[in-house]
């Protein structure tokens, strides 16, 4: 072999360990291996979502790419750290040679020799060549990367199913709120104002914001697809931004909760989006989404702007559109509709609609003892949590 190959060895292995490294200990970005994975797998979920004609299947298969974007990180990591090593043994010709009859090892023996030094302590029956001083410290490095990468790999993905099931259980507890932006806002009016939409909310703006740098540590998660729509968190977000848009521009001012509380969801929900524009770009023919509708918020008594001077603050609303716009992309990036946005209910709306307002939610929510538990082992692990 040549220099050449040594010198391709050490590159691939330092450009995997940077990527294994920015990946899994760094909070703020991802290695560009890993970003490149987990764009190519969005783009294949794009394609089964706009081509599939079965719903059915376009959601299993998505549930399926979604777990594989994990895997693969993981396998293409092992891989190119398998792949450099073997170069670097493959420097010189002899560098490897058989136990028995001192035999130089051939290539399909090296890629043997460096899977064991990386996995085993091997069979003793291919070792470094003792007059090279250097592949015998190689293969020390050699094993301890491989017991490096299996133990950081191992923690990695059970930190990231750990921050999956806890997504789940922030879109479950968005759900409770009521699900869409009218039934949240229904179902928090009393008559006068929306007193009890304050305490709901002040109570997920530390939530969303773990939610959010959750998906900036591991960004493998906004290619996780869920087939229950009701724990599925990126849908109930974007809902969560559209019942604030509401009460930012439909609204009058003295009939809005807190400012503060707002404004924190608010920010909570940019810095979910800045995570998902870091690995996925919003295509160019995304269209906004349509308007909420005002008519059904009107006909419940709530007071609301026209559907024209709505509209023509939207229409002037450049950045809010745009926002509106990447809301949109992320509910669709992750094979869901807007339709799951604005029509999704669930049976307990059904009874809180109307007289009953958010202190029979609320109430509803707190008598639940299962309910307040699983809320209270959230919040202490939430507490614990490094993320």
């Not at 709901?200 to 740098?213: D, I, P, T």
């Not at 609609?353 to 692990?381: C, I, N, Q």
Request: aromatic content about 10%; proline content about 4%.
């Amino acid at each position: 072999m040549t220099v050449l190959t040594g010198v391709i060895g050490i590159i691939i292995v330092i450009f995997t360990l940077q990527d294994v490294i920015l990946t899994t200990l760094s909070i703020r970005t991802s290695g560009p291996i890993t970003k490149v994975l987990i764009r190519a797998i969005g783009e294949l979920r794009h394609l089964v979502r706009t081509t599939a004609r079965s719903q059915w299947f376009a959601h299993h298969v998505m549930r399926f790419l979604g777990l594989l974007s994990l895997i693969m990180t993981i396998v293409v990591w092992f891989a190119l750290i398998w792949t450099g090593f073997t170069f670097l043994f493959s420097w010189l010709d002899d560098a490897v040679i058989s136990d028995s009859d001192g035999r130089p090892a051939d290539i399909g023996e090296l890629i043997y020799y460096t899977g064991f030094c990386l996995f085993t302590v091997g069979m003793g029956d291919l070792r470094p060549n003792p007059k090279y001083k250097i592949f015998e410290i190689l293969t020390t490095v050699c094993s301890g990367v491989g017991y490096l990468l299996v133990s950081v790999a191992s923690t990695y993905v059970f930190m990231a199913v750990q921050a999956a099931a806890a997504s789940r259980v922030f879109g479950s507890k968005l759900s409770w709120m009521g699900g869409t932006p009218n039934d949240i806002l229904i179902c928090s009016w009393n008559g006068e104002s929306f007193d009890g939409l304050e305490n709901l909310l002040s109570g997920q703006v530390r939530r969303l914001c773990h939610e959010a740098q959750k998906h900036k540590v591991f960004p493998v998660l906004f290619n996780n697809h869920n087939l229950e729509i009701m724990s599925f968190a990126p849908p109930r977000i974007a809902a969560l931004d559209e019942t604030l848009t509401i009460l930012f521009w439909a609204i009058p001012p003295e009939m809005r909760p807190d400012h503060l509380t707002l404004a924190s969801i608010r920010n909570g929900v940019t810095l979910y989006l800045e995570a998902f524009n870091r690995h996925h770009a919003v295509r160019n023919n995304v269209m906004p989404p349509p308007l909420p509708d005002l008519d059904e918020l009107r006909r419940c008594g709530i007071p609301v702007k026209s559907n024209e001077e709505f509209a023509e603050i939207m229409r002037q609303n450049q950045a809010l559109t745009l926002r509106r716009i990447k809301l949109k992309a992320l509910v669709e990036s992750t094979g869901r509709e807007w339709a799951d946005v604005l029509h999704w209910k669930i049976d307990l709306i059904a009874g809180l609609k109307g007289e009953l307002g958010s202190g029979a939610m609320v109430k509803a929510m707190t008598d639940d003892e299962a309910f307040v538990e699983t809320v209270r082992e959230e919040e202490e692990e939430e507490a614990e949590s490094p993320v």
